[in-house]
């Protein structure tokens, strides 16, 4: 195996241990995969810079929401040409129960950034896209039409 082969597989693993976490509720795990110094970005003015920070945002979100399934889907990853910094692109669906017993269904994808550390690969970036976020039935408005992409500033929409 290569070593960007490598280096995807250890990131995916990554991922999938980060998405476990959510599942599973485990604080401790979840916050291993971040970087002392990471940003999490959730959009619409959601952003923390520092691993303290994100951990207190996770747990008060954590804390509003008793049940959530988090899935990965599928991703990307380059690697830098050092094998120590890499971007990625992670699709996940996300089924979340809210306090109040709403129940609300997220498509979205995340654009990531990662370290190489002694530890293994951790996240210094995750960017939040959201493409859906509503009820299961899918009946809220689809964020990621070409007309949305472009509000939002995306590059590459051209269909």
């Known amino acids: 195996m290569t070593t960007n082969e490598n280096a ?3 990131i995916a693993m990554l991922v999938n241990r980060y998405a ?3 599942v599973h509720r485990n604080g401790e795990k979840w916050c291993s995969t971040w970087a002392s110094d990471a ?3 959730l959009g619409g003015g959601r952003l923390v810079e520092g691993l ?3 951990k207190e945002l996770w747990y008060g979100a954590m804390a509003a929401a008793p049940a959530a399934i988090q899935n990965v889907l ?3 990853v380059q690697v830098d040409a050092s094998g120590n910094t890499a971007t990625g692109r992670w699709y ?3 089924y979340v129960v809210r306090s109040n017993g709403d129940r609300q269904l997220l498509l979205a994808h995340y654009d990531d950034e990662f370290r190489r550390t002694e530890d293994g ?3 210094t970036r995750r960017f939040l896209q959201p ?3 509503g009820p299961c039935d899918l009946s809220a408005e689809f964020l990621c039409s070409a007309e949305k992409l472009r509000e939002r500033n995306i590059e590459g929409v051209d269909v």
Do not use: L, P, R, T
């Open 74 to 76: 599928n991703g990307e």
């Open 92 to 94: 996940i669906q996300e």
């Open 121 to 123: 690969w951790k996240f």
């Open 131 to 133: 493409h859906y976020a």
């Open 52 to 54: 303290e920070s994100i």
């Open 39 to 41: 940003v999490w970005d």
């Open 20 to 22: 476990d976490a959510v």
């Open 8 to 10: 995807y597989n250890e």
